[in-house]
């Protein structure tokens, strides 16, 4: 009985979640989100810790966050704005790992079974923490995939965090460092963070190579 009624909890949860994600993408489409953005500038700190839940939210659901990544450099500049990009990022991870941890108890034997899943699962076995760091450089292995699998999978919570934060940060300083040469003309932090571009590129090159077996 207890088994059934968490079942139905979870199926609501998740019936909730996919809606979220809908209004969120017809908020984008209709300029809502990008308006806001600009609105809560004003807000000064209380803006920032904004900014930084928006992105958090947004970084929790399978929804895209490179809008407002791109949003929160425009407003605050690519430095503090990649920065505070990256914060929620971390938070997202975190919170989509236990969003995926509580969920997934009526349906792990079902969702371990998702390539994913397998994939995260083969470079914990190997080694914990590097194979969550390693993950984070694997080509098709989205971010948010990453963070529910290891949910799933229950990996150590500390090690998810720290390699998250580390995960992230090539990512964020090539998003950075190009939009700052591009948007402002800087060409220095532009060539930075093209390189760290490529070098992301040649990382994830090298990590399909190395890519378990499924």
């Not at 971010?143 to 990996?155: D, E, F, P, S, V």
Request: with cysteine; aromatic share 14%; net charge positive.
């Amino acid at each position: 009985m207890l088994k059934n009624k968490s079942r139905w909890v979870n199926f609501v949860s998740l019936a909730l979640i996919a809606t979220a994600i809908g209004y969120y993408i017809y908020l984008l489409k209709i300029g809502v989100v990008q308006h806001a953005f600009h609105a809560i500038q004003d807000f000064g700190l209380w803006g920032v810790v904004i900014g930084i839940c928006v992105q958090m939210t947004v970084n929790v659901f399978p929804v895209p966050g490179e809008f407002t990544t791109l949003l929160l450099m425009e407003i605050y500049g690519p430095a503090l704005g990649g920065v505070y990009s990256w914060i929620g990022g971390v938070l997202g991870a975190i919170g989509a790992y236990y969003l995926a941890k509580w969920l997934s108890n009526p349906f792990a034997s079902t969702l371990k079974k998702f390539a994913f899943t397998k994939i995260l699962e083969r470079y914990l076995s190997e080694q914990e923490a590097l194979g969550l760091l390693m993950a984070r450089f694997v080509p098709f292995l989205p971010y948010h995939m990453i963070n529910y699998a290891a949910g799933i999978l229950k990996a150590n919570v500390r090690k998810f965090i720290w390699t998250t934060m580390i995960g992230l940060l090539p990512y964020h300083i090539a998003v950075s460092g190009m939009y700052a040469g591009v948007r402002h003309g800087s060409w220095t932090a532009g060539v930075i963070g093209f390189i760290v571009f490529i070098a992301l590129i040649g990382i994830s090159r090298v990590m399909k190579k190395r890519k378990p077996a499924i």
